[in-house]
C-alpha cells in the first residue's frame, strides 16, 4: 500500500495549509489514518488521528487550530491548518493502518511533506 502526500509548503506565521494523502492499494479497507511531524533535531510525534467512523484525536499542541478529515471513498486523509505558528515547521508524515486484499493486513507511511512557518 503506498501513501502519496502533498500540499506542504512555505507559509507566515498565521497562515494556513491543507494537506492530502492518498492511499492506493488493492481491495483496501482502512481502519486508522494519521498524520505525524518531525521538527528538525526532534522526534517524530503524533499531530491527529481519525478512525474509520470518523473519530479524531489531537495532540494538545495543535487543538483548535488542526482539522483532520477523511473520504473513505478516495482513500485519502487531510489535515487543515490554521493560526500556524513556528513550532508547526517539519515534515509531516501521513500514515495509514488497515486490510489488504480481504485478507492481509498493512501499515503504510508517506513519503513526508515539509510545511514550514516563517515569523
Known amino acids: 500500500v503506498q501513501l502519496q502526500a502533498s500540499g506542504g509548503g512555505l507559509v507566515q506565521t498565521g497562515g494556513s495549509l491543507r494537506l492530502s494523502c492518498a492511499a492506493s492499494?488493492?481491495?483496501?479497507?482502512?481502519?486508522?489514518m494519521a498524520w505525524y511531524r518531525q521538527a528538525p533535531g526532534k522526534q517524530r510525534e503524533l499531530v491527529a488521528t481519525?478512525?474509520?467512523?470518523?473519530?479524531?484525536n489531537y495532540a494538545d499542541s495543535v487543538k483548535g487550530r488542526f482539522t483532520i478529515s477523511r473520504d473513505n471513498a478516495k482513500n485519502t486523509v487531510y489535515l487543515e491548518m490554521n493560526s500556524l505558528k513556528a513550532e508547526d515547521t517539519g515534515v509531516y508524515y501521513c500514515?495509514?493502518?488497515?486490510?489488504?486484499?480481504?485478507?492481509?493486513?498493512?501499515?503504510?507511511w508517506g513519503q513526508g511533506t515539509q510545511v514550514t512557518v516563517s515569523s
Open positions: 492499494g488493492t481491495s483496501l479497507s482502512i481502519n486508522t
Open positions: 481519525i478512525s474509520r467512523g470518523g473519530r479524531t
Open positions: 500514515y495509514a493502518g488497515g486490510v489488504e486484499s480481504g485478507w492481509r493486513s498493512f501499515v503504510s
